[in-house]
């Protein structure tokens, strides 16, 4: 039996569908790649390095879009050659949509799997060691020690690292004086002119922020409390170059030490 026009024109239709298929996958691809940043704006104290794996699950999907352009080429040349012989390519399943099928499946699988474990674990252990504000970036945590000697434990790792102390404002010490009462609230503000000059000649923006800062407030409950700007919501803020950021680093470390 000859085939006619109609079956023809019929996988070059399927054809034409496997060419948009492979198109949207490699757009999807490109979207998901990128979906990381649209994670860290919502997001800025998850730390950049846990959106790493949008890279892949969007590259895996462009390979994957690439791959269908490629096998879809092969199966239309295949079945006009079949049509010319008078046969028909339809004697089994497409194993080229079976293919794609499941794979899309496991990558929706692992991508929900993904986003689940970004939003929930950074919840879980910031609930037991530390509150966030996502809005103002605001990292706190408990101190074991009362709000004065947190601030002088804090002043001499500073001083044994080198770090220069600018200012220490005594809030409650000023509120005293002015015949008002505060619970002991007392700001260190420090650094080092070699390791915030890069990171203002590299985004002007963030001398506002700088020099770093650490709090150290006593709440209403009498709990010592040590707060600080989040190292990830100021690389956002700011666009900071991933390799200056260790330039800002320290002062999580600083304030944990002196919270101990």
Aim: hydrophobic share 45%; glycine share 10%.
């Amino acid at each position: 039996m000859s085939s006619g026009p109609s079956d023809y024109l019929a996988a070059e239709r399927t054809f034409l569908a496997w060419i948009r298929t492979g198109l949207a996958l490699m757009g999807f691809g490109f979207v998901v790649a990128r979906f990381g940043l649209f994670l860290r704006a919502l997001q800025p104290n998850v730390p950049s390095q846990s959106y790493g794996l949008s890279v892949w699950f969007g590259t895996a999907l462009i390979v994957v879009g690439v791959i269908v352009n490629f096998w879809s080429v092969r199966h239309h040349v295949r079945l006009v050659q079949d049509l010319n012989r008078g046969g028909t390519a339809y004697k089994r399943p497409s194993s080229l949509a079976i293919i794609v099928a499941l794979v899309m499946a496991v990558v929706g699988l692992a991508m929900a799997i993904y986003l689940i474990s970004v939003g929930e674990p950074g919840r879980g252990r910031q609930g037991k060691t530390m509150t966030s504000n996502t809005d103002t970036g605001i990292v706190t945590i408990p101190s074991n020690n009362s709000v004065g000697q947190t601030v002088e434990k804090l002043e001499s790792i500073l001083q044994a690292k080198g770090v220069k102390l600018f200012a220490l404002i005594d809030h409650s010490g000023e509120a005293e004086k002015a015949g008002m009462q505060m619970r002991p609230t007392k700001l260190l503000i420090f650094g080092n002119p070699k390791a915030g000059t890069p990171l203002m000649v590299a985004s002007p923006g963030i001398a506002i922020d700088l020099p770093l800062k650490i709090l150290v407030a006593e709440d209403e409950n009498g709990k010592v409390r040590v707060s600080w700007n989040s190292v990830a919501y100021l690389q956002a803020r700011h666009r900071l170059p991933a390799e200056l950021v260790q330039n800002i680093a320290v002062v999580e470390a600083l304030a944990r030490k002196a919270a101990e």
